[in-house]
């Protein structure tokens, strides 16, 4: 059985589970791909003979030079989209995009209320990154953003800075008590140039991504963060503003309901950044070692990531709320040279044991994980592009996974190069 387009491709934990690798993987066989959601608070790294490409908001599809899009469920930075374009220009990789008028756009002072509200949040702080992702969607959600259609009419940019600035700056100062230098004037100078140079960029992605997909047009759509992060369904508070489930990509690009397959990305262990609970949570030297070997520092924020074990309690909620119909499981080489690997089946609560996530936060934080026990294996797997060829260990742990969560595992990824994979 092939992996079917058209395809959403989401992050079935945490995120950083290596869903930029996974799109870069498939986008060879799409058309176009199109980023449905966050905003560069998400980072992506897709490497291509031993050059790692780092990216936040250009979709991870950019490498095979195919059509791409930014539906109006992304927000933009402009700096960092244009420094993205810049970047790709100039090594002569050509960059065809095209972003929805509805995108909203991050201002300077949603980062510095969201800088404001962590210092006052102190101690509970979610660990925001200081983007100002939240205070955009915040806007949006409250009709008072600036959109792409703004960005680009110098007369409208103009005036809504001049209209929601001043109670941005009354907000800065007085609620948080913080200083802030920015005035319209500044904040407009700086956006017009960017308005300028993305100008050329627009178009109604709602409309040509429906048509195309009337069309049977191979479409590839990438999900930012993981299932545990959205905004409702994840571990809340502390995950990103948006949907990240699959279902998000109907509004976040503008589809009517329809059939679109779906494909979780698994890391073959747990991580994730910043607070929250995490319950397969390693404290310990394996911890440590798998964040060694992962190199699991934050892409965008170079932060350590908590590392810990698989949990299929994760995965099969994550199976339930995107439907997903096929699984990929990435870094299965970072577990080579572990004596034993465990694998969390359950939770125990009070004296219950459940298979998902409680829809409490509370109970949530009160899950103990019950682990299955694997022998691990010795040798370096990363050369393997067989199933066969792997270690009867690893064998083993993928089987497990695979009948305990009832989806086909249809990628294994052995190493972080687009051609280090196990295709089944
Ligand atoms: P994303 O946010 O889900 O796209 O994931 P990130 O790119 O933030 O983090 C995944 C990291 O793991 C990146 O540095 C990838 O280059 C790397 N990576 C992806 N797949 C593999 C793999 O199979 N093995 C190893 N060792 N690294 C991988
Ligand atoms: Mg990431």
Redesign the pocket.
């Given at each position: 059985m092939k992996i079917k387009f058209p395809l959403i491709i989401v992050?079935s934990q945490w995120?950083?589970?290596?869903?930029?690798?996974i799109v870069d993987l498939l986008a060879k066989d799409a058309d176009y791909v199109v980023r449905y959601n966050g905003g560069n608070n998400?980072?992506?790294?897709?490497?291509l003979n031993g050059e790692?490409f780092k990216l936040s908001l250009l979709p991870?599809g950019v490498l095979h030079q195919k059509k791409l899009f930014l539906s109006q469920g992304v927000v933009i930075s402009p700096k960092v989209l244009l420094d993205e374009i810049e970047f790709f220009k100039k090594r002569g990789t050509r960059v065809d995009l095209m972003i929805d008028p509805r995108c909203n756009i991050v201002m300077p002072y949603h980062r510095e209320l969201d800088r404001a509200t962590e210092i006052w949040k102190g101690k509970k702080a979610t660990g925001s990154l200081h983007l100002g992702i939240g205070y955009c969607y915040e806007d949006k959600n409250n009709r008072s953003g600036i959109r792409f259609e703004d960005l680009i009419d110098t007369q409208a940019l103009k005036e809504k800075i001049e209209t929601f600035f001043p109670l941005k700056k009354l907000q800065i100062e007085k609620v948080f008590n913080q200083k802030t230098d920015l005035t319209s004037e500044k904040i407009y100078q700086e956006y017009v140039r960017y308005g300028k140079k993305l100008k050329k960029y627009l178009g109604d992605v709602s409309v040509i991504i429906q048509k195309s997909l009337s069309k049977r047009t191979k479409v590839l759509f990438e999900g930012a963060h993981?299932t545990f992060l959205d905004g409702i369904f994840g571990t809340h508070p502390y995950t990103t503003a948006v949907y990240t489930i699959s279902g998000g990509v109907f509004p976040y690009v503008g589809l009517a309901p329809q059939k679109i397959y779906s494909l979780g990305?698994v890391k073959a262990y747990t991580t994730r950044v910043g607070n929250g609970p995490f319950p397969t949570e390693l404290f310990d030297k394996t911890g440590e070692k798998i964040r060694k070997v992962?190199?699991e520092y934050g892409?965008v924020s170079k932060r350590p990531r908590r590392c810990g074990w698989l949990d299929l309690c994760l995965l099969r909620t994550a199976i339930r709320l995107s439907g997903l119909d096929y699984l990929g499981i990435?870094?299965?080489?970072?577990l080579s040279g572990l004596d034993k690997i465990r694998v969390c089946t359950e939770y125990k609560i009070n004296r219950e044991k459940i298979k998902e996530v409680p829809g409490l936060m509370n109970d949530f934080s009160k899950c103990k994980p019950v682990y299955q026990e694997f022998k691990g294996w010795k040798e370096n797997i990363s050369d393997i592009r067989k199933f066969v060829d792997l270690p009867k260990e690893a064998k083993i742990y993928l089987k497990f996974i695979e009948k305990e969560l009832k989806v086909p595992v249809k990628i294994i990824?052995?190493?972080?190069e687009r051609n280090?994979n196990i295709i089944l």
């Open positions: 992050g995120g950083d589970e290596g869903k930029g690798k998400a980072g992506h790294s897709v490497v790692k991870s993981g990305v992962g190199a892409t990435t870094k299965l080489d970072v990824s052995v190493g972080a280090s």
